[in-house]
């Protein structure tokens, strides 16, 4: 048996028989690795001694599946976010009868996986909210002007909305590039809090290549933006990393987009991989809406990224897609007040209501707090 | 119906009922761009004239499942691949009903995508090799010294092996430096050329951050690498474009570590979309070794990346996993002359004797194709 502390530990679920789930262990603990049979590997004693995990747990886990627990020495993954990966789920991301249930690293790897910059306290800071969710809205549709979608800010800033973002579908689009978006949203949010005395967080969208996903966050934080929001999966994973673990930068928070369909437990990889990366804030479908996950999923995520950590900071859940104006108080009753509450199509289906909808949303969330404390 | 040549089309497979699929897929159109529904996106008059796709066409496709065609107008992808991405499978990778079968990209993407710098032709020609397919293997385990890996190549190359490649897995560990590699296998391939009068092509793998793979790949560029390999999902695919893009850059070879599980067809994400965003060779589980593709796979995928097309070069398709010595003659039969075998466990296993199990390899080759041409 392994019993190094400084071991990464992967579970992975197995679809094999009892008689052969030994074996398919062993396989995928070298496949993630050595890529070559132990017998291979085996010739080079340094190999042996330093590259080789082990598995260190196999339990059944429902008909024809096992619950395998694989131990690695955290030096195969080079202190790097994209080889971390690799190990986790790089081949055996092509064997369907493999699915990454957890992943548990030791402290030493927090050396260089940066955590959340801000993390749930620093940006409840920035937001000046205490003792309930924030409230955040989409700015959308695509197609808008920087002008409109100015106007939009202006409108959710003065119903009082703590955070407004970018749609993510917001790209560096001829019509609506990103400096003038940027700076026309910032206009709009300042002009608000000189009215009502709160400045809501504008967060813009970045995305594309690695280079302009650069320039335009550097853009925006010279501008003075508070945060960023960014999709990992789109841009590559290892560059939330690198932005996180840069001397300057935003917080960040992480839209879900393109991360589907992977067999990694939800938990794992937005509650833990996208934390430890680096996010701030994660943005994910909350159960019942147009996507599909279930409240069990939705609490463990929300669990992993605001469990205490030795090394990184804890981050906010923000739950979304499809959540209506009415569930406010449903929701703060199963997030806690710990969470950002992002709400779209339910205010803008109001058309030229949208303030007094927004305005509703607001209220919803006073008497909410105020019921949940008395 | 749409009927303009410079929309983008994407096939989904949507699992939905017939009667309720017109409206699913209405909805799957709208997710992927504006993320409202149509009366709200609808009150923008230009954003419905601009930004709107349409469903073009849902064809039954077995129980419970149905075809749909989506034409979305170019625009939306404003020109990067992150965003395209996003159109293609952003949202929707969180939708379980939803698969991505196909996408068609009109001639104008083209003047954004760069599709492979040498591509097969510019490979081939690197190689020196005319009329079969290239023989590659992979450098291994992890864990090996630049000393010892270079010893491998001196074997490989003297055996006469067309490419040498690092394993994915080597990164730039502590004990195997990125550059030191770079410097001794270079070297070793350079020393059994002056032997034998034929110089392999020597493959390093770049991984990690962005900043990271940049800072790789100048260096190998600098020391004379032929080409380079990544890991385009373990990066992140829009880094592959700025790598292709670059004015200054190398031939790159795709691994597809991290790629599989999402729900996308394996022709349309390695065959078209690693192909578009700039790859010149693509490296793929070959049908029953231990990965899981069917042969109707691998063969979709080959055509993809071999496809003639106005804008982008060819793409080599590089069949892998598990393949055997002894298949050499079935491969060069299934695939044709345009690919790259790469095979590594089957060599490994001769131990001391790899010299002469990589001679038994270059001979079979010789054979098959000798026998192809009779």
């Not at 890529?35 to 260190?56: D, I, T």
Request: charged share 20%.
């Amino acid at each position: 048996m392994h019993q190094d502390a400084a071991s990464l530990r992967v579970t992975y679920l197995v679809h094999a028989a009892p008689e052969a789930v030994a074996a398919r262990a062993e396989a995928l603990m070298l496949e993630q690795t050595v890529e070559l049979p132990r017998a291979a590997a085996g010739r080079h004693p340094w190999v042996a001694a330093h590259m080789l995990g082990c598995v260190e747990e196999i339990q059944p886990a429902g008909a024809g599946v096992h619950r395998v627990t694989i131990a690695q020495p955290l030096a195969v993954a080079a202190g790097d976010p994209a080889q971390l990966l690799s190990v986790l789920l790089g081949n055996a991301s092509l064997q369907p009868d493999v699915f990454l249930a957890d992943v548990e690293l030791p402290e030493a790897a927090f050396d260089w996986l940066p955590g959340p910059r801000a993390g749930l306290a620093g940006l409840r800071a920035l937001a000046g909210v205490t003792g309930r969710p924030l409230l955040a809205t989409a700015l959308k549709p695509m197609g808008l002007r920087p002008a409109q979608l100015a106007g939009l800010c202006d409108t959710f800033a003065r119903a009082g909305l703590d955070l407004i973002k970018d749609d993510h579908g917001l790209a560096d689009h001829p019509f609506c590039p990103f400096e003038a978006r940027v700076e026309a949203c910032l206009a709009a949010v300042d002009a608000a809090a000189r009215e009502t005395g709160r400045r809501a967080l504008y967060v813009p969208n970045v995305t594309g290549t690695p280079e302009r996903v650069h320039r335009q966050l550097e853009f925006a934080r010279r501008a003075g933006v508070p945060a960023a929001m960014l999709s990992p999966m789109l841009v590559g994973l290892p560059l939330l990393h690198e932005l996180a673990a840069s001397a300057e930068g935003l917080p960040l928070v992480a839209h879900p987009a393109f991360a589907g369909g992977l067999r990694v437990a939800e938990a794992a990889l937005f509650g833990k991989l996208f934390r430890w990366y680096g996010a701030d804030a994660v943005i994910f479908p909350h159960a019942g809406g147009r996507f599909s996950y279930s409240e069990e999923t939705c609490r463990a995520l929300a669990d992993a990224l605001r469990a205490p950590h030795p090394r990184a900071r804890q981050a906010f859940p923000a739950p979304a897609g499809g959540i209506r104006v009415e569930q406010v108080a449903e929701l703060v009753d199963f997030y806690g007040p710990d969470c950002i509450l992002l709400i779209g199509g339910s205010l803008y289906e109001a058309g030229d209501a949208l303030f007094a909808r927004t305005r509703e949303l607001v209220e919803r969330m006073s008497r909410a707090v105020a019921e949940a404390v008395r």
